[in-house]
């Protein structure tokens, strides 16, 4: 069984920056990650994904060129640097992974679910 364990979340003012991690139990465990969040009264969206070995990213709109996705070296972890934070993007921050080795629809179905991480932004 696939466990994902996230870190890294908290309060920062607008314009701060954040990083999240997230590691993936085993340690040999690599496939298609992504990050979502979701915020008080509203659907659960999709905020960044990348491929098993790093070589294709996906970013909402609201997120691009703010938010930056990327594979550790053990490929079996995940982070989300976000910078230029804005109140918007309060929400808890869910990590999630497939369980084959997939890139189609990045913002479709995911297997593995993390138990998410706080991410508040004051104004």
């Known amino acids: 069984q696939v466990q994902l364990v996230e870190s890294g979340g908290g309060l920062v003012q607008a314009g701060g920056s954040l990083r999240l991690s997230c590691a993936a139990s085993?340690?040999?465990?690599?496939?298609?990650m992504a990050w979502f969040r979701q915020a008080p009264g509203k659907e659960r969206e999709f905020v960044a994904a990348?491929?098993?070995?790093?070589?294709?990213?996906d970013y909402a709109n609201s997120v691009k060129g703010r938010f930056t996705i990327s594979k550790g070296n053990t490929k079996n972890s995940v982070y989300l640097q976000m910078n230029s934070l804005k109140p918007e993007d309060t929400a808890v921050y869910y990590c999630?992974?497939?369980?084959?080795?997939?890139?189609?629809?990045?913002?479709?179905?995911?297997?593995?679910w993390g138990q998410g991480t706080q991410v508040t932004v004051s104004s």
């Open positions: 085993p340690r040999t465990f690599s496939s298609t």
């Open positions: 990348i491929a098993w070995n790093g070589g294709s990213t």
């Open positions: 999630a992974a497939r369980g084959k080795m997939v890139w189609t629809d990045p913002r479709g179905e995911y297997d593995y």
